[in-house]
């Protein structure tokens, strides 16, 4: 029985060490399937970790939307190794980004996001696959970019990437998303884009405007566009990039042309009755016609460097209805020697234009919340038989009329935000009032935008409504507007 005993045992320790040998077969035949599945994974990492996967440097700017990159290929066949440095030239520019005298920047930004679309990159970069489309060869990856190995070849070539294009289909195709497409996709700012003022002075684009005998030197926007072509290209190609990142854009050169055909849109106003007369500056009147939110003031300079010319520039984001500055950028390009002060500015802008748009959009969010900054001045006309002193009744209450308007202003601004400055018997003036961008219009039955001209249109139908006292709206370009009252 022991003997017995002892056999089973051993069968025993015999079934233990094969089902455990079993049991490692199938694990190392699991991680070999395993490795495999994630072979390609690893090897896309590649693209990521790897400093000698590929060698790649971006030399320059070619023509509209594309990087020059020299790039480095290795194989055994010089054929293959120019085969595989196009393909390395495309997948730097998606994965890793190229640095050089002018950086690019990945267009995915993150690994794991690159592993969410394998299926897709392994047919986009498949031999003779759809990557050949964003490329172009500018040399013969001869002489010193020829160099014989040990096993192969090693071959240099300046690959044209066609940046601009490849992104546009990744972001068609969903591999990633719209340029701004980060931003909120809730109601974005108006934009006009002005060269600024000291542009304007250094080229001689000015003009002077009379305000009641008092002189001022302002920018002639007319003779800048009609003098500098390189100018109207620069502002077209600015438009374009803030286009393509869904900001609302409004021409300088159509706002322009509508104010001078509109007759309605006039340097002086006057009052009916006693011909008195307002002036409104000329830049008041296009910011009033174009009713953008923001201004963007471009600044820029074509600098001269040997054979080659770069571009600075300076970009300011401005609240159209107080010129307070809400966004900045301002940066150099890279110099280049054949391309056109448009496509200098737009390599130099580019970098910076996505975070300046964030400033923006944060800016504007900020004011849908709390409201926008506006000026209300309340005037008497000479002769209107009664001043700001004088007293009414309004509902069951009697009160001068300034504490009448003041308690407007407190009903109609957001969270009551707003300064009243000292007054006199004849004048008022409410600062930093805070109103909604939109209002509803009983007459459209519908939200429509709300700027200074009918906040003070709603005042004047409540003193009409209220107390039978006529007065007249005078704006002020977008951020100001003088209610006089007394008569039209």
Known sequence: MRFLSDIYQSKSKQMKKILSFSILAMFIFSLGISDAAAQKRKDRKKLWASDYNYEAQCIGTGVEGTKLIKVWGFAKKAEDAIVKAKKDAV??????????????????????????????????????GRYLQYISVTNDASGKDRIKLNKGYKVGVVVSVMYDALRKYLEEQGIVEELGGAISSGKKPSIMIVPSGAFCNAHGYTQEWDNQGSKTVIPDYDKALLESQDLRLVLRKIEGMMADRGFPLKN??????????????????MSKESGLTVAESPLDVLNRTAKADIIMDLDYKVVKKGPKQYVTFNLGGLDAYTSKAVA?????GVPSFTAAPELLLEEAVLKHLDNFNTQLQDYFEDMAENGREVTLQVMVWDGAGFDLESEYDYRGRTGQLNQILNM??????????????????????????RIPLEYYDEWVEDNVPMDTEAFAMQLRSFLKQNFDIESKVVPQGLGEAWLVLGEK
């Open 252 to 269: 300088l050169e159509a706002s322009l042309k509508k104010i001078k055909e509109s007759t309605a849109k006039k340097n002086m106003l």
């Open 408 to 433: 407007w202003m407190a009903k109609n601004t957001i969270d009551k935000k707003y300064n009243r400055l000292a007054s006199t018997e004849n004048q008022l003036t409410f600062e930093n009032a």
């Open 91 to 128: 997948a730097a520019c998606i994965f890793r980004g190229v640095p050089g005298v002018d950086k690019v920047d990945p267009i995915i930004t993150s690994p794991s996001e690159a592993d969410k679309h394998e299926a897709f990159f392994d047919s986009f970069f498949e031999t003779g």
């Open 328 to 332: 900045t950028a301002a940066g150099t």
